[in-house]
């Protein structure tokens, strides 16, 4: 299983990005993927799941509003639309996969998932 982020960078407050997760290697017969960040002296925090039989979309209260998770399985990928950036939304933003629905699991615990990309980075300026 290889997970692969991308669409991080520089962004101004207030302004949006799009994070890409795509996946190869999967077996699972369901599963889910989930959107974490972790700032620098900071835990991994959990943003956002999507299960991957049905779609069903997850989000920690303090994104909801302002990120959408989709999904493209033609194209192995998993998106997070984010909007409304703040300062302090600066992190290293990872996905990871398990293979369980978001709601067969405690999504936003880190610990829950098995597999994990390396990262990209989003720094929101104010």
């Known amino acids: 299983v290889q997970l692969v982020e991308s669409g991080g960078g520089l962004v101004q407050a207030g302004g949006s990005l799009t994070l890409s997760c795509t996946k190869s290697?999967?077996?699972?017969?369901?599963?889910?993927i989930g959107w974490f960040r972790q700032a620098p002296g900071k835990q991994r925090e959990g943003v956002s799941c999507?299960?991957?039989?049905?779609?069903?979309?997850y989000y920690a209260d303090f994104v909801k509003g302002r990120f959408t998770i989709s999904s493209d399985n033609a194209k192995n990928t998993v998106y997070l639309r984010m909007t409304s950036l703040r300062p302090e939304e600066t992190a290293t933003y990872y996905c990871?996969?398990?293979?369980?629905?978001?709601?067969?699991?405690?999504?936003?615990?880190?610990?829950?998932?098995?597999?994990w990309g390396q990262g990209t980075q989003v720094t929101v300026s104010s």
């Open positions: 990871a996969t398990v293979g369980r629905p978001c709601g067969r699991v405690v999504w936003p615990d880190f610990n829950e998932y098995d597999y």
């Open positions: 290697g999967f077996t699972f017969e369901d599963y889910a």
């Open positions: 999507i299960s991957g039989n049905d779609g069903s979309p």
